[in-house]
């Protein structure tokens, strides 16, 4: 079973940036979409961004559009999420996850769109 592994998770201060890293772990992230997802406490699982196996097109949720930047470098085996300008209504435990099938396009926003999931990356933000 494909494993995911986030970092890169931690306190910033508002108006700071973060870079958070998804990484496969036995497992070869190349081809397959990868998206990143938040749930802070007592909200629903929200999407992000999501980036494709096949031609690596983005898909980013409209209200994060222009502070949040999803990017892979396969040779690595990662994917990255640059986040900037963040507020404390960033705050939220930030998750990546993947679908089961390679070279699949998922409806970014849809956590049931994805399969495997990662044990999550704490990012706080202080005001």
């Known amino acids: 079973q494909p494993q995911l592994m986030e970092s890169g998770g931690g306190l910033v201060q508002s108006g700071g940036s973060l870079r958070l890293s998804c990484t496969g772990s036995?497992?070869?992230?190349?081809?397959?979409?990868i998206g990143w997802f938040r749930q802070a406490p007592g909200k629903d699982r929200e999407g992000i961004s999501c980036?494709?196996?096949?031609?690596?097109?983005?898909q980013n949720t409209d209200s994060m559009k222009g502070r949040f930047t999803i990017s892979r470098d396969d040779a690595k085996n990662t994917v990255y999420l640059q986040m900037d300008n963040l507020t404390p209504e960033d705050s939220a435990v930030y998750f990546c996850?993947?679908?089961?099938?390679?070279?699949?396009?998922?409806?970014?926003?849809?956590?049931?769109?994805?399969?495997?999931w990662g044990q999550g990356t704490q990012v706080p933000v202080s005001a």
């Open positions: 036995g497992f070869l992230l190349g081809g397959y979409a």
């Open positions: 980036i494709m196996g096949n031609d690596d097109s983005t």
């Open positions: 996850a993947t679908p089961y099938l390679s070279y699949y396009n998922p409806i970014c926003t849809d956590a049931t769109e994805f399969d495997y």
